[in-house]
C-alpha cells in the first residue's frame, strides 16, 4: 500500500477538513493510479485508489492521505513499487489532468470505477496544484 501525503507550496499538507483539499486529493488519487499502472504495464483496476484523513506527528490538521494499494488478495507488490516512479508519475498525472472539457470526461477521469466517486472530482484544482 502507498500514502501519499502532499503539501501546498506554503508548506501545508492537502487539509481533509478542506473540501477543495479534499477533491485535489481524490482528483490526484485518480490520475497517480492511473499513471503507476502505466509505469508498471498493468491493467489500472489492479490498482485501487482512495483518500482518508489522518494524523500526522508534525502537524495539527487532518491531512488529506492519498491511498493506492494492490486489489489482489495478498497483493501483488505493484503499490510498493511506486517511489521508483514518482517523477514519471508526477508527469503522466498532469498529463491525464490537462482536457478539453469543463468537468470530467472519458478522457481524463471518469472511467468504471471512478464514476463512483465523481462528486469529489475537482480537475482543475488538481491541475493546479500540481502545477503550483
Ligand atoms: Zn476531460
Not at 79 to 96: E, L, R, T, V
Request: net charge negative.
Amino acid at each position: 500500500m502507498l500514502e501519499l501525503y502532499l503539501k501546498h507550496p506554503n508548506d501545508e499538507y492537502l487539509n481533509h477538513n478542506n473540501e477543495t483539499d479534499k477533491q485535489i486529493a481524490w482528483t490526484l488519487a485518480v490520475v497517480l493510479r492511473q499513471a503507476l499502472a502505466d509505469c508498471l504495464g498493468i491493467a489500472c483496476d489492479e490498482l485501487g485508489f482512495t483518500v482518508k484523513p489522518t494524523t500526522l506527528p508534525d502537524c495539527s490538521l487532518s491531512v488529506a492521505a492519498i491511498v493506492i494499494y494492490d486489489v489482489c488478495s495478498g497483493g501483488g507488490g505493484f503499490s510498493c513499487a511506486a517511489p521508483s516512479f514518482f517523477i514519471d508519475m508526477f508527469a503522466k498525472a498532469q498529463g491525464y489532468l490537462h482536457c478539453s472539457c469543463t468537468g470530467v470526461c472519458q478522457n481524463c477521469l471518469l472511467g468504471f470505477d471512478t464514476r463512483f466517486c465523481l462528486q469529489h472530482l475537482n480537475r482543475q484544482a488538481a491541475e493546479q496544484f500540481l502545477q503550483s
